[in-house]
T-cell receptor
Framework: GNSVTQMEGPVTLSEEAFLTINCTYT??????LFWYVQYPGEGLQLLLKATKADDKGSNKGFEATYRKETTSFHLEKGSVQVSDSAVYFC????????????FGKGTMLLVSP | GAVVSQHPSRVICKSGTSVKIECRSL??????MFWYRQFPKKSLMLMAT?????????EQGVEKDKFLINHASLTLSTLTVTSAHPEDSSFYIC???????????FGPGTRLTVL
């Protein structure tokens, strides 16, 4: 079956530091890949997505590249802000997001001033 | 963007009682709604998928008689936890997607505590 593995947190960084949150997946076929973010007290929000190999999703300074050869979709940001503190979920979907999502466990990011 | 609400945000109930959680898509028609359960430091676990006007499809291991899901309209789905027990205490999250879209929009979640 499908599975998503992401690095355990919390990840603690100072403001303006570089961020990487690793995500690898196991899936049959060609899944779509997503990063969702959950800010404190709020629901999950779609951060970015990629639907095929070598696609790069980007939003709000975050980016992730769909790497089929390494089955990875690592999230990166060049300079984090305190407001980026949240829990980040990597997820995959079998068919462009129309079908169900399989989530990783989530990685908490804490950014200090 | 698309907004999904859940009500209530928190509920505390006694063991043996039933609790209903509502999930509403506020500005779009949700042809499909999903119900998840989130445990501390764990992934979101999909419980069931419901299409408007149809019976929900439950994931393996989820008791359909215990977790009743209704998706009677394009903007509302409900999850009823029947005869709740302390082990049902959890964070329940719904999501919704519209026809022709490839994105699920999530509600803010409902914290259920069963005493």
């Amino acid at each position: 079956g499908n599975s998503v593995t992401q690095m355990e947190g919390p990840v603690t960084l100072s403001e303006e530091a570089f961020l990487t949150i690793n995500c690898t997946y196991t899936a049959t076929g060609y899944p779509s890949l997503f990063w969702y973010v959950q800010y404190p007290g709020e629901g999950l929000q779609l951060l970015l997505k990629a639907t095929k190999a070598d696609d790069k999703g980007s939003n709000k300074g975050f980016e992730a590249t769909y790497r089929k050869e390494t089955t990875s979709f690592h999230l990166e940001k060049g300079s984090v802000q305190v407001s980026d503190s949240a829990v980040y979920f990597c997820a995959l979907s079998d068919a462009g997001g129309y079908s169900t999502l399989t989530f990783g466990k989530g990685t908490m990011l804490l950014v200090s001033p | 963007g698309a907004v999904v609400s859940q009500h209530p945000s928190r509920v505390i109930c006694k063991s043996g009682t039933s609790v209903k959680i509502e999930c509403r898509s506020l500005d779009f028609q949700a042809t499909t709604m999903f119900w998840y359960r989130q445990f501390p430091k764990k992934s979101l676990m999909l419980m069931a998928t419901s299409n408007e006007g149809s019976k929900a499809t439950y994931e393996q291991g989820v008791e359909k008689d215990k977790f009743l899901i209704n998706h009677a309209s394009l903007t509302l789905s409900t999850l009823t936890v029947t005869s709740a027990h302390p082990e049902d205490s959890s964070f329940y999250i719904c999501s919704a997607s519209g026809q022709g879209t490839d994105t699920q929009y999530f509600g803010p979640g409902t914290r259920l505590t069963v005493l």
